[in-house]
C-alpha cells in the first residue's frame, strides 16, 4: 500500500510538471525574456514577436520606443525585445536552449557550437533553406555564404551577412601624429606604438595614465583581437595543414610565439591587466576616454569610435570637426615579411526560429517574411539609423547623424543586429570621410591577404559533444599563460589534457571529414 502510494504521488508531480510546461509552451509575454514566448499569434492582426539579440552598449532601444515602433508600424508586428549583453550572450544563449522558453528569433553567434548543432538537428529549429526562394530579399542569399553557415548542408537560420575582410586595427592617429611616429607596418611596429601610447604621454596631460591596446573577456566567437595577433605570427586560422593532415592551431610553434607576445604586452601593461573580465560592451571606451590607443577588431569599427571621440570633445568645446582622431589598417607584416588578415565566414552569426515557439509553417513563413521586409533599402536605413528629422537628417545627399549619443543609443543603436543584410548593405550613406573611404579600402584590400581555415565547412560530432568543454581549456590555458598563472610547461601540459579530454577524438574526425573532402 505504501508504495503504491508512493508511486501515486510521483505520477501526479510527473503529471503537474507536464502540464507546467505545456501551459508555459501556450503562454505569452511582451514583458520579460524569462517568461513564455508563446507562439506568433495575432490576436489583434499584428504578428507577436520576441526576438533575443545581443547588445554592445549599456543603454539599448526599449521596447514600443520611436524607432522599434516605426518597424512595427512598417511590417504589422508587436515586438519583444531580449537584449543580452555580448559578453555574456554565450551563455545566456545556452540557458535559454537548455530552459525551452525560447523567443521566436534568437540569434545564434556560433552556428558550429555544439548546444545548437545539437538542437538543430534534434529538430528544435526550422530548417529555412527551402522556403527562402519564396521572398524577394532572402532568395537572394549568396550560396558560399549559405554553405559557410550550414550544418551538414541544411540551413537553420539566416545569415547576417559580412564583409570578408572585415577585421583590422584601429588606433588614435592624434596620438601618434603627436609622437611622430608612422602608422604601424610591423609588429615591431605595432608594439613600439603600444610602449609610445603607455610612456610618452600621448594626451598630453602630464599624467602616466595611459596604456596601448585595450582587450576584452574572450567569449564565444571574440577573441579579442588574439584570433587576428595570432595570424601576424603564421599561426593557422583554427586549423593548419602539415603532411596532409588537419593539425589544431594551438600545436604550431608560430601559435605559441604569438601567446609569447600577449604576454610581454600584458608584463609591460601594455594591455589592460582586467581584460580577462572586461565586458566588450565597453570595450571603446577606453580609446574614447582617453586613456588606451588601440584595438584590434573590425575595421569598420574606427569610424564609430571617431565619432564618439568628436561627440565627447564637441561637448567640452574642443573638438576639431575636420580632423580625424582615429586611423585604421588591415593589420601589420609578421617576422617573416608577410601580411596575414583574419576573414570573417561572410556571415556574422545567424537569426534562427525555434520551432517551440513558431509552432506552424504557416507561422514560420509570417516570420521570414517580416525579416525580407527587414532588408528592403528604407528599412535597412531606418534600423541602422533611426527616423529622419530625429535621429538623423539628410544633407547634401548623405546621411548626418544626431551627435546626441545618448538618443542614439536608447532608441536607434542595436535594432541593426536583426538585419540579414539580404542581397546587400542598401542602407543610406554616411558622408565618405576619408576615414569611411580607407575603411572601405582595406577591407577590400583585406581579402588579398586573408588565412582561411581549411575545415570552416566541417561539422562535427564529437565537437558537438564536447566542443564548449574543448574550447574553454584552451581559451582558460592561454588567458592563464598570458596573466602568468601558466608557465609553457603547464601551457602545454593544458593541451594534453586537451587532447585526453577528446581532442584526440576531434583531430581524428575532423581528418576523415578532411580526407573525403579531397576526393
Known amino acids: 500500500m505504501a508504495n503504491t ?8 508531480a510527473a503529471m503537474m510538471i507536464v502540464t507546467l510546461i505545456a501551459g508555459c509552451a501556450g503562454g505569452n509575454s511582451a514583458n520579460s525574456g524569462d517568461q513564455d514566448q508563446g507562439s ?11 526576438i533575443m539579440l545581443p547588445i554592445f552598449k549599456t543603454n539599448y532601444p526599449k521596447d514600443g520606443s520611436p524607432t522599434a515602433a516605426e518597424i ?7 515586438i519583444h525585445f531580449e537584449w543580452v549583453p555580448n559578453a555574456s550572450y554565450a551563455d545566456k544563449f545556452n540557458i535559454t536552449l537548455a530552459s525551452g522558453k525560447l523567443p521566436h528569433i534568437i540569434y545564434v553567434g556560433d552556428v558550429k557550437a555544439s548546444s545548437f548543432v545539437n538542437a538543430a538537428k534534434s ?13 524577394p530579399n532572402l532568395s537572394q542569399a549568396n550560396p558560399v555564404i549559405m554553405k559557410n553557415s550550414s550544418i551538414e548542408g541544411k540551413n537553420y537560420g539566416i545569415y547576417r551577412g559580412r564583409n570578408l575582410g572585415r577585421n583590422g586595427m584601429a588606433f588614435r592617429k592624434d596620438w601618434l601624429d603627436k609622437l611622430g611616429m608612422k602608422e604601424p607596418e610591423t609588429v615591431d611596429d605595432f608594439y613600439n606604438m603600444l610602449k609610445a601610447f603607455k610612456e610618452q604621454d600621448p594626451d598630453g596631460n602630464g599624467q602616466a595614465d595611459t596604456y596601448g591596446m585595450v582587450l576584452v573577456k574572450w567569449t564565444g566567437q571574440w577573441a579579442s583581437g588574439f584570433d587576428t595577433i595570432k595570424l601576424w605570427f603564421n599561426s593557422p586560422n583554427k586549423w593548419g595543414v602539415k603532411d596532409g593532415k588537419l593539425v589544431p592551431e594551438h600545436e604550431y610553434p608560430e601559435y605559441l610565439e604569438a601567446l609569447k607576445f600577449m604576454k610581454k604586452l600584458y608584463d609591460e601593461k601594455l594591455i589592460n591587466s582586467d581584460f580577462p573580465v572586461m565586458d566588450s560592451a565597453k570595450w571603446t571606451d577606453p580609446i574614447v576616454n582617453n586613456k588606451a590607443g588601440v584595438i584590434v577588431d573590425v ?32 593589420g601589420v607584416k609578421g617576422p617573416d615579411g608577410q601580411l596575414r588578415t583574419l576573414p570573417t565566414s561572410g556571415f556574422s552569426g545567424i537569426l534562427a526560429i525555434p520551432k517551440s515557439t513558431v509552432k506552424t509553417e504557416d507561422e514560420l513563413k509570417k516570420v521570414l517574411k517580416f525579416l525580407d521586409q527587414l532588408n528592403d533599402a528604407d528599412n535597412q536605413t531606418l534600423l541602422n539609423y533611426g527616423l529622419e528629422g530625429k535621429h538623423y537628417a539628410i544633407v547634401d545627399g548623405a546621411v548626418e547623424r544626431s551627435k546626441d549619443t545618448v538618443l542614439l543609443e536608447s532608441e536607434v543603436e542595436g535594432l541593426n543586429q536583426m538585419l540579414a543584410f539580404i542581397p546587400e548593405d542598401r542602407t543610406a550613406k554616411v558622408k565618405q570621410t576619408p576615414l569611411l573611404i580607407k575603411q572601405n579600402a582595406v577591407q577590400k584590400a583585406n581579402e588579398e591577404f586573408i588565412v582561411n581555415n581549411p575545415a ?21 590555458a592561454r588567458i592563464k599563460f598570458i596573466v602568468g598563472q601558466l608557465d609553457e610547461a603547464g601551457l602545454k601540459a593544458a593541451f594534453e589534457v586537451w ?12 581528418n576523415e571529414l578532411y580526407a573525403n573532402s579531397e576526393k
Open 5 to 12: 502510494k508512493r508511486w501515486l504521488s510521483m505520477l501526479i
Open 40 to 50: 506568433a499569434g495575432a490576436d489583434d492582426g499584428a504578428l507577436n514577436l520576441n
Open 72 to 78: 512595427e508600424k512598417r511590417t504589422g508586428t508587436k
Open 123 to 135: 529538430g528544435a529549429f526550422w530548417e529555412v533553406g527551402p522556403y527562402l526562394k519564396d521572398y
Open 299 to 330: 575595421v569598420d569599427g574606427g569610424a564609430r569610435i571617431d565619432n564618439r571621440i568628436h561627440a565627447a570633445l564637441e561637448k567640452s568645446g574642443q573638438d576639431q570637426p575636420d580632423q580625424h582622431y582615429i586611423d585604421v589598417n588591415g
Open 456 to 476: 570552416e565547412a566541417f561539422i562535427s560530432k564529437v565537437y558537438s559533444q564536447k566542443g564548449s568543454q574543448l574550447d574553454n581549456i584552451i581559451n582558460d
Open 499 to 510: 587532447r585526453n579530454t577528446g581532442g584526440d577524438e576531434l583531430v581524428n574526425e575532423m
